[in-house]
């Protein structure tokens, strides 16, 4: 670890080696940089210390102008001890290791040691401490403490008081990073409990990370609950595809199955956070809807088909419509499999009607500001969507930056959100006054106008997604801010919110010169001017007129994950692999390319998109068919010098893409 | 040396208790005094007082009044902690409901040294007669410009108000209080080297001042009749200066509040409260639960002050002074301290948490005859994993006691869990007990 | 408690402020109202808050009286619980009989008798610590010191302090009690909640 | 035939019969061979052979389903997938208890960890040793066929 120049450093000695860390660092984390550890549970890097478990308990004293050690009475606290000048600290004295195995003794008195059944066995810090520095017997012969066990505190969430150590870590998590405080200690000394209000429904967006930071098995995963023990698991590292946030999680699988969902460390994205979308929205991989082999439609009926009736059948399909063609698409899918999808219309079926995009009104995201980068904003108006709910990883950094850092933060939405308990001014816009609300905004004559003025009027950024395209006006209303961003010197932020939204975008999923949109190809389904339509994991019955069009198309391709409504329609239906089922590349809302290796295999017949299109354009016209991602990647960076990046290693934490061609060109230059 | 009534001079006076009746005994000398002085100059004569603060822990008072930034950058505060729990101690209650304006007037010359505009009290929540007694006091010396805007005509600013605790012993704390102040569970928080000084960032993030009731009340006097003449009082001991009020219960025939000069003898307490009643002397707590009982031949030769006590192994405390005749049974007495420390601990740290209810649960069953051989060593093992490793005081308090008492009394211990029942054994020790343990009494 | 719950089943949601039945009266809001001049925040105003709910709510915490000094003060449900569930002096968990009479069993109080006073009290109200008599008059509660040890054993019932109590005296306290209208609990809680108050809020 | 002859084959042939002979002479007990599978040997108290699955005196099951044993076994030959019980249908006192319990005894090497590793004492390697079977599907064995019947 660096010690940032910036700051003053100071000497400690620990353990007798003296080293120099930044004034004022924590004593814990200070002995980490000699790969020393000390033992703590209620300490959080991310989150303020408290002291509270005692677990960390170390002997300090200070160097005396002559040269000897004075040590303080009584052992300190290493997780809430800033380091200063002279300090001298002891992790490994006998006293030390004495008061490590009174603390776990007291842990354990009330503790039920019933690890066999509990889900944290196996990766807890309670049994890892007691192992190595607890006792091995205990001398506790009295009644333990009996409380609920197994309660389910939400759909999410199951609550054990009798292995709560009351560190506190899920309290503090909703209080100091989440910010809606929904869980608190309740009563006092030894039936201390943390609990939401009357142990009602836990409802944060975020709960699932009080799972993960719980020392013990108190907090446990209902989704989890039972279904494997750690060891019986494997991990990849995985990027969570159900936002365009693209948090970087742990892909927990047993045997060929997805098991669960953790957060992984990436600074610049979501710390190490998740979102209980992310982490609890995942069951898709084992549903009894997964498409598992190619059908084919004869008379009203499905058969099972191989692949190559189903391409067969294809090619017939596409060439009976001739240029009449076009393409709709999910964001579920990784650049290749989009980049190709685009080439097959594009290119080989002469077509210009493609689109991902399903708002009311279609425009295109504009992203300035980096996810880390909201922390560092004077001021952010957050206008139109509710960011906990479309940008979680977006919303928490937007929280730390009011919280910690001051920053000033207005809302200006429909409905309630999350973001209103930080903001300085929150205010709501009627029904259908989006466009009266930003032409208000951008006038600068109301009140509302000048406090967002002040906002925006030094270092300042907008945050807004592409749902606002949903309300009407809301496409007008974003160019008018996007406008006035550009006026007042500030970073225009319209975030994408589907999983790679933001690489269809790159990558040129959108209609050609003189192609249809989304809305225009169903349009023309209906009237006859398109003749086949592919859908790529998406289905537009749930949008208007949907299900009409899908009515009306001679051809059409289903492709996708799982069975939806808008497969009863297909001719052909191609089972497609999900997202940890392949190698790919995705890019976040902040064009942060990252890569994702293949966790487990597709179930069935199911292939990954780019090898489904690389197949198809074989068989449609003579080329050189890609044998893996990392090809694909290579043309996609020969065609768009933006991705030069995904060509060669992509470094673990994934790399920004420059906005723009020219940019990325002066970049490679320099 | 007698009685040396001080702060309690006028205690038995109902007029003192109204304005009228306190500037006639001389009252507000000292504030008038201070607001002509120089800030500096009113913390420099607390310290050449040599006064220290009478909540427990005898940290002199004016290391934090001189503490307090001088730069006003944010607003300081004063808080008053009246938030008495101590088992045994009730000396800020006769003196909130019998001297308020001492209260008032030691707060506001606080406020004045230290810049601070506003001031809490922080009464427990039962003391609601002393709540009235301060409400009243404090309406009055709005009514009459001694609080509010413009003090006497001196151009400084002083606002009272009075927040009551709610029923937690933690509370008096002084960090703790801090967080119940603000409106939170009463957990106490951070201290330095952990965090700032309360001086630096205490009450909201800001300069706070926190005392005493009675540390308050004697500033007017040491004001109005100098620190080094209020230094001469216990200069017979090494560094206790002024008087201190004890309060004496138990078996003593006249239990109350009693203010001698440091330097006294605890037998001279004894005796002015009236002597022993019941029975002879067995043992004594001199200074309020938390602090190890001493027994008969140790009370013989204690003396009243903060080192002079650590001779015999205990503490000044916060002056609550319990004295037990030969019938209490001392097991028992350590079991109802021990169950007091299990339900008054706030519940923050591990050891406290859990050790106090550990410790009470091994007394309860050796209480109910049903200790094991080891539970004495179990329970010595037990404080020593408590003491000093907890968050706050708390469980340092909860630690010695019962460490103490075995220390002492080893053999009531060793009898009482051999034998199922007390050493004591006499109809008076069966008075004291619970109904459940009268088996182990008879 | 085992309660089995299939995954996803939705739980029972804590109250919308909307749903909220507010309960607090003219004056009550006006007196909150005149306690937040006090503090510079909301947040300190949950205590006597938390007061105020217990004199309004008839000398308990019901989770309504705790929901709506949440939702005045604007905090979170969970952390006003928290705070009231902390001190013992608010009635959390069940509403108390008419008249409480808490009775202090520590240190002094316990070497001059307290626990005979107990016993008297359980074997005249024929009810155990912590239970409330069947007609709902008295609730008998066991507390720690009140700090009155001059006055051991002592009782305290509302806002007064009795003591040295004798078994004698006991009778004569609940006779007199009998009589009294207002509980202890509210007569305690309003007593509190005028301390805070100045001249110049009321 | 040769002195060698005789040494190196006749003799030991001879030796051997002489051997049976006398065998056969002697009486039942002290018989080497015995009549298998009429007669079968008497086992050593800590043979471990086919793994059972007990139950308690009430009848319910004693594994958990906590998966340490697949976790202790050195050839990976246990596959536990546990689930929770209820009070409708209660498998095992607590929360959880094996929905499955497969293990193949074609990778077990019988060294005895999972009965070590087993908190409650489930798991146990009793003295069934009659192990072979004709499909290599058939040593999968369920958990219907560890789970001991429940004892009258």
Known sequence: MAVDEGHRTVSVTINGIEIE???????????????????????????????????????????????????????????TLPASEGMVVLTDS??????????????????????????????????????????????????????????????????????????????????????????????????????????????????????????????????????????????????????SNGCNVWFDHRAGRFVRINGRINEGVNEEWTCDKGKFGHDYYNSTDRLRTPLVRKGDQFVEATWAEAYEEIVKGLESAGKDVA????????????????????????????????????????????????????????????????????????RKAATRNGTQVTVVTPDVTEADAFATVASRIGQGDVLKVAQEIVDGQSELAR????????????????????????????????????????????????????????????????????????????SGTIKALWLLDCDPTTVEGGDQALESAEFLVYQGVTRSEATAFA??????????????????????????????????????????????????????????PREIMKAIADADPRFLPGASDLPEEGAILSATTQAAMAGDGA | MAEMKLLLEHSNDPEYATLKGYLAKGGYTGLGKALKMERQAVIDSVKAS????????????????????????????????????????????????????????????GGYATQSKVGYIYIRGEFVDACRAMRKAIDEAYANGYLGKNILGSGVDFDLYIHTGAGSYECGEESALMSSLMGERGMPRLKFPHAPLPTVAGLWDCPTIINNVETYSCVPF?????????????????????????????????????????????????????????????????????????????????????????????????????????????????????????????????????????????????????????????????????????????????????????????????????????????????????????PAYS | MSETVAIGTPRPRAPRPEELDLKFSESAVAELDALKTHYPDLKSCILPGLWIAQREYGGWLPPEAIAEVAFRL??????????????????????????????????????????????????????????????????????????????????????????????????????????????????????????HLRDGDK | MSFEVFRDVAKPIIAGFGITSRRLLQQKEKRATIQYPEDRREQFTRTRWRHVLTRYDSGLERCIGCSLCAGACPARCIYVEAAENSDSDRRSPGERYAARYEINLLRCIFCGYCQEACPTGAIVLRKDFELANYDREDFLYTKEMLLEPIRE
């Open chain 1, 21 to 79: 860390v930044p004034q004022g660092e924590l004593i814990v984390e200070s002995v980490k940089r000699l790969g020393l550890e000390i033992p703590v549970f209620c300490y959080h890097p991310r989150m303020k210390p408290v002291g509270m478990c005692r677990m960390c308990l170390v002997e300090i004293g200070f160097k005396q102008p002559d040269g000897s050690v004075r040590m303080m009475p009584k052992p300190q606290a290493g997780c």
């Open chain 1, 94 to 243: 006998e006293s030390v290791h004495r008061d490590r195995k009174g603390v776990l003794e007291f842990l354990l008195v009330n503790h039920p040691l019933d690890c066999p059944v509990c889900d944290r066995g196996g990766e807890c810090p309670l049994q890892n401490n007691t192992l190595a520095y607890g006792p091995s017997t205990s001398r506790f012969i009295d009644l333990k403490r009996h409380l609920p066990k197994a309660y389910p505190l939400s759909q999410y969430v199951m609550l054990d008081l009798e292995r709560c150590i009351q560190c506190g870590r899920c309290v503090r998590f909703t209080e100091e990073i989440s910010g809606e405080h929904e869980l608190a200690f309740r009563f006092r000394g030894a039936s201390m409990q943390p609990s939401t209000f009357q142990l009602l429904d836990f409802e944060s967006k975020f709960s699932g990370n009080v799972i993960e930071i719980c020392p013990v098995g108190a907090l446990t995963s209902a989704q989890y609950r039972f279904r494997a023990r750690p060891w019986d698991l494997q991990t990849t590292p995985a990027v969570c595809t159900a936002c």
């Open chain 1, 327 to 398: 393409g709709l698409c999910g964001t579920r899918i990784a650049n290749e499999g989009l980049f190709l999808f685009n080439r097959l219309f594009k290119q080989v079926l002469g077509s210009r009607s493609v689109d991902h995009r399903w708002t009311r009104t279609l425009g295109t995201s504009r992203v300035q500001t980096p996810i880390a980068g909201i922390e560092g904003k004077k001021g952010v108006l957050v206008f139109g969507s509710n960011p906990a709910e479309d940008l979680p990883i977006v919303f928490l950094r937007l």
């Open chain 1, 451 to 526: 406090k967002v003025a002040d906002c925006l009027k030094e270092d300042g950024a907008i945050v807004t997604s592409d749902r606002v395209r949903n309300l009407p006006g809301g496409g007008e209303a974003l160019r008018l801010l996007e406008d006035l961003a550009a006026r007042c010197g500030a970073e225009f932020n319209c975030y994408p919110t589907g999983p790679n939204a933001m690489g269809a975008e790159l990558l040129g999923v959108l209609p050609g010169d003189g192609g249809l949109d989304t809305w225009g190809i169903l349009q023309g389904c209906c």
């Open chain 1, 571 to 628: 001719n052909v239906v191609l089972p497609m692999a999900a997202p940890a089922e392949q190698d790919g590349t995705w890019t976040n809302c902040e064009r942060r390319l990252q890569r994702m290796t293949q966790a487990i295999a597709a179930p069935g017949d199911s292939k990954p998109a780019w090898r489904i299109f690389s197949e198809v354009i074989l068989r449609l016209q003579p080329s050189t068919p890609f044998f893996n």
């Open chain 2, 50 to 109: 040599g006064l220290r603060g009478r909540g427990g822990a005898g940290f002199p008072a004016w290391i934090k009044w001189n503490g307090i930034e001088k730069e006003i950058t944010k607003p300081h505060y004063m808080i008053c902690n009246a938030d008495e729990g101590e088992p045994g101690t009730f000396k800020d209650k006769e003196l909130m409901e019998n001297t308020p304006f001492l209260v008032i007037e030691g707060m506001t010359i």
């Open chain 2, 222 to 438: 040491i004001l109005d009749r100098g620190g080094e003449w209020y230094a001469t009082l216990g200069a017979s001991t090494k560094n206790s200066r002024g008087t201190k009020i004890f309060s004496v219960s138990g078996h003593v025939n006249k239990p109350g509040n009693y203010e001698v000069e440091f330097g006294t003898t605890l037998m001279e307490l004894l005796d002015l409260a009236g002597g022993m009643k019941g029975g002879m002397l067995k043992a004594c707590v001199p200074g309020g639960s938390s602090v190890p009982i001493i027994n008969a031949a140790d009370c013989e030769r204690a003396i009243i002050g903060y080192e002079e006590m650590a001779e015999v192994k205990s503490m000044v405390g916060s002056g609550g002074c319990m004295f037990l005749n030969e019938h209490t049974c001392i097991v028992s007495f350590i079991w109802r301290t021990a169950q007091f420390y299990a339900n008054e601990s706030c519940g923050k740290c591990t050891p406290c948490r859990e050790g106090t209810k550990w410790m009470f649960q091994i007394l309860d069953r050796i209480v109910r005859g049903k200790g094991q051989p080891g539970d004495a060593e179990l329970l010595v093992d037990i404080t020593k994993q408590i003491d000093g490793r907890s968050f706050c005081g708390l469980g340092d308090a909860a630690a010695w006691p019962v460490a103490g008492a075995i220390r002492v009394f080893p053999e009531e211990f060793e009898y009482f869990i051999k034998n199922g029942r007390s050493m004591v054994d006499s109809a008076e020790s069966r008075a004291m007990a619970p109904k459940w343990a009268q």
């Open chain 3, 74 to 195: 604007n905090r979170s449900f969970a952390e006003v619980e928290g705070v009231a569930t902390f001190y013992t002096m608010y009635n959390t968990a069940h509403k108390p009989g008419r008249h409480m009479i808490e009775v202090c069993t520590c240190l002094s109080c316990h070497v001059c008798g307290a626990y005979r006073i107990v016993d008297y009290l359980e074997e005249k109200l024929g009810v155990k610590l912590g239970e409330t008599t069947p007609d709902g008059m008295f609730t008998i509660h066991e507390v720690e010191c009140l700090d009155a040890c001059d006055r051991a054993p002592v009782l305290q019932i509302g806002d007064q302090y009795v003591g040295p109590v004798t078994s004698e005296m006991v009778d004569k306290i609940l006779d007199d009690l009998r009589k009294v209208e207002t509980p202890s609990a509210v007569q305690l809680s309003d007593a509190v909640v005028k301390v």
